[in-house]
DNA sequence: CTGTATCCTCGAAGATACTG
DNA sequence: CAGTATCTTCGAGGATACAG
């Protein structure tokens, strides 16, 4: 009944850790070092703070980011990849160029497509 | 107000692309040439037949894969990816690698962080 | 500045039954 | 076999206000 070649493997993991609206983003705006919350929030722009905290939480909960508060006034905190999140920046990357490159055939394809009615194929 | 780095860049259509349960599963499970419907349901295992068909759909309005509908009884449909949806196998496949090496990691980071309460940290 | 709590909306996704 | 329609559930994510 379950399943064939993905059910429990690995990949499926991988995939629901990245397969969010955020999480990809904030991964990539840690890759340049540590950021602090409110730098992060403003790096990417759109998101909010409750989702931006959730979102790290998580992250640091699966071991890929690592979250330093200092005991300073006004508060500073900042989040870091761990090694272990920081292996995730190429499969990232890999992402990111694809889209760089192809972002405007899918434009296009989808401006196309959108002209035909849905099950009109030819 | 807008956003930075991220905000309207190609990248975040990508990861809006895939970021889904299932895109990047479809996806992959359709690297391998064209497969019908409900082979694919199967393989993947788990998705239902309604979403399965909402994600190729989506998948076919973006351009990313093609449906050929045989005109046969029974009926017969077959997906596979485009040229372009087959440049995506490769990122996809990195993300895949990468958990083949880090799922567990991953899942011994979070054994470890569930047994400390959440903002105990040292 | 950082983080939490509360409320609310919205769409993803599942179950089921039905049509071509 | 493929696909649609309907109903429902559930949680992600946004807004806001408040706390340390």
């Not at 920081?86 to 497509?113: C, F, K, Q, S, Y």
Request: proline letters at 7%.
């Amino acid at each position: 009944m379950e399943s064939p070649f993905l059910a429990d493997c690995p990949a499926r993991l991988t995939v629901e850790l990245i397969a969010d609206k955020w999480t990809a983003v904030v991964l990539y705006g840690l890759s340049d070092g540590p950021v602090r919350h409110g730098e992060l929030a403003e790096l990417i722009g759109g998101i909010s703070r409750k989702v931006l905290t959730q979102t790290l939480r998580r992250l640091e909960l699966h071991g890929l980011v690592n979250r330093h508060a200092y005991a300073e006034v006004p508060p500073r905190v900042e989040y870091e990849l761990t090694p272990l999140g920081a292996t995730l920046i190429d499969p990232i990357h890999m992402l990111t160029e694809w889209a760089r490159e192809n972002g405007e055939a899918v434009l296009d394809a989808l401006d196309v497509n959108e002209r035909k009615p849905p099950r009109a194929a030819a």
